[in-house]
């Protein structure tokens, strides 16, 4: 399975944090360089980070293979994605999330509670999608 920065840097260019890392990197190691100063010639602007932001964000969420929900659709794996997962990961206990109405004191009950407690920091906007999914 590929990771992360393999698909960001297959067949482009490096993007802005890596070239700020990179950068840091070399004035760690004794290059003599400095960083610029927001606002001067050459440094990135508000809008450079924007859209490195949004870039970012795409990678994350694209989806050909119906493995994952948009935010609209609440987020988190279909129940496709969960059994391409644990063919992957032979083991895994890994469930869909638990939508429907449930009984006090049963199994998935628990699991929603758990979830509930577990996600509660979730702010972003794919993570308030499943706190909807699973009814927190």
Same mark, same amino acid.
């Given at each position: $399975?590929?990771?992360?920065?393999?698909?960001?840097?297959?067949? &482009?260019?490096? =993007? *802005?944090?890596? #070239?700020?890392? !990179?950068?840091? /990197?070399?004035?760690?190691?004794?290059?003599?360089? &400095? $960083?610029?100063?927001? @606002?001067? /010639? @050459?440094?990135?602007?508000?809008?450079?980070?924007?859209? !490195?932001?949004?870039? +970012? +964000?795409? *990678? #994350?969420?694209?989806?050909? +293979?119906?493995? $994952? %929900?948009?935010?609209?659709?609440? !987020? =988190? $794996?279909?129940?496709?994605?969960?059994?391409?997962?644990?063919?992957? #990961?032979?083991?895994?206990? *890994?469930?869909?999330?638990?939508?429907? &109405?449930?009984?006090? =004191?049963?199994?998935?009950? @628990? %699991?929603? /509670?758990?979830?509930?407690? %577990?996600?509660?920091?979730?702010?972003?906007?794919?993570?308030? !999608?499943?706190?909807?999914?699973?009814?927190?």
């Amino acid at each position: $399975m590929k990771t992360f920065d393999q698909i960001r840097t297959e067949g &482009k260019r490096p =993007g *802005l944090w890596d #070239n700020i890392h !990179a950068k840091r /990197k070399r004035i760690k190691g004794g290059s003599g360089e &400095k $960083m610029r100063k927001p @606002g001067s /010639k @050459g440094a990135p602007t508000d809008q450079d980070f924007k859209n !490195a932001s949004e870039e +970012k +964000k795409s *990678l #994350n969420t694209e989806d050909k +293979k119906g493995h $994952m %929900r948009s935010v609209d659709q609440g !987020a =988190g $794996m279909t129940k496709k994605g969960v059994a391409a997962y644990r063919r992957k #990961n032979p083991g895994s206990k *890994l469930q869909t999330a638990v939508t429907g &109405k449930v009984k006090p =004191g049963s199994k998935a009950a @628990g %699991r929603r /509670k758990s979830f509930c407690a %577990r996600s509660k920091g979730w702010t972003g906007e794919r993570g308030k !999608a499943a706190r909807r999914r699973w009814k927190c």
